[in-house]
């Protein structure tokens, strides 16, 4: 053999564009690259969420709590802000609850991978469903048993550490931008960009069209209900027309 052969067996084979490498992805490879696609969603909002806590006065330290408590972008803004405007506790905490109601329906998507887990995991792992940890594991169907317990875990933490620091990040630099008046246009302009790509049926469609209907027209007589009723509307319309289609 040359040495021009023993290159050319040597070398490794080129990757395809965008592909992954030749042969089987460990849990933690496909995790860690999963993680890092979905990082300057969770990162912007995260920075985001975090001028917000402090803009808005509340406790830096519970904020940053209500990153693991809640694990939830939405909904832990939504509390803030309800919080903010004198909403009473139970009200902002069941208003959060009703705007998370979507990951029941992840969680039973995700159900069968889930029900042959030890015990530990099942109790403990589903806290880590969220938009986009249950939207990169659909995208694994490979990884089952103990594969996608690796996975899980390593996704789950590394988002978390992601959108943890993202929040920090922007608790720490709120004070040393300059004063935020439509701060509240902000975060509602973020909602709308992470709704418009999710309108692909016509359920989801009606569904947006009379939630916001709902919750504006609520609002106007009840502010602290404007969301539940809403999201409740939302959810009834887009089951009705499902039914109907």
Do not use: C, K
């Not at 969603?41 to 917000?52: E, N």
Request: charged share 10%.
């Amino acid at each position: 053999m040359t040495t021009s052969d023993l290159v050319t067996h040597t070398r490794p084979a080129p990757l395809p564009p965008g592909g992954d490498p030749p042969g089987p992805v460990s849990p933690r490879a496909a995790a860690l690259r999963d993680a890092v696609s979905v990082l300057s969603g969770i990162a912007s909002f995260g920075l985001m969420l975090g001028v917000t806590i402090s803009a808005l006065g509340s406790n830096p330290l519970a904020g940053l709590a209500g990153t693991f408590l809640v694990y939830g972008g939405s909904a832990q803004l939504t509390t803030v802000a309800l919080l903010d405007r004198g909403i009473a506790l139970p009200i902002a905490v069941l208003t959060a609850a009703v705007v998370n109601l979507r990951l029941l329906l992840y969680s039973a998507a995700l159900g069968e991978r889930f029900r042959m887990q030890p015990r530990w995991f099942r109790w403990l792992a589903p806290h880590l469903i969220i938009d986009q940890t249950y939207l990169v594991a659909t995208t694994r169907p490979s990884f089952t048993g103990a594969d996608f317990r690796r996975y899980w875990i390593w996704v789950g933490a590394s988002v978390l550490a992601i959108w943890t620091s993202s929040v920090a990040a922007g608790i720490a630099l709120a004070p040393l931008l300059p004063d935020l008046p439509h701060l509240g246009l902000v975060a509602t302009a973020l909602f709308i960009g992470m709704l418009i790509p999710r309108l692909t049926s016509r359920p989801a469609v009606v569904a947006a069209m009379t939630g916001g209907a709902v919750a504006a027209a609520v609002s106007v007589v009840m502010p602290a209900l404007g969301i539940i009723a809403g999201a409740l509307a939302g959810v009834g319309a887009a089951l009705v027309v499902s039914r109907n289609d």
